[in-house]
């Protein structure tokens, strides 16, 4: 079993910025994608952006060249600039993770971010 612990969400003026963390924790697993992915109220949940273990990055169309993802062994970092207040959502993290030959997907319990002024 993995766990993903987020963190890092709160409540923001349009312009401004914030970061993300999660974290992953369990017992001899490795993650090849790790990622974002956000729900507005009424919407559905959609990509925000994601990482490989080797380091190629996807990101939504409505976030390039303001949000970027990094990622540091098990820790997933979401670094969110220009934010507008479309950027409103519930935040959660997400995990391709192998562990004891299977194959399972994780998903944290989400961080709220808001922007407004």
């Known amino acids: 079993q993995v766990q993903l612990v987020e963190s890092g969400g709160g409540l923001v003026q349009p312009g401004g910025s914030l970061r993300l963390s999660c974290a992953a924790s369990?017992?001899?697993?490795?993650?090849?994608?790790m990622g974002w992915y956000r729900q507005a109220p009424g919407k559905q949940r959609e990509l925000v952006a994601t990482?490989?273990?080797?380091?190629n990055r996807n990101f939504a169309d409505s976030v390039k060249g303001r949000f970027t993802i990094s990622r540091a062994g098990a820790t997933v970092y979401l670094q969110m600039s220009s934010l507008k207040p479309e950027d409103t959502a519930l935040y959660y993290c997400?995990?391709?993770?192998?562990?004891?030959?299977?194959?399972?997907?994780?998903w944290g319990q989400g961080t709220q971010v808001t922007v407004s002024s």
């Open positions: 997400n995990a391709d993770v192998s562990s004891a030959g299977s194959r399972k997907t994780y």
């Open positions: 369990g017992r001899s697993f490795s993650i090849e994608t």
């Open positions: 990482v490989t273990s080797g380091g």
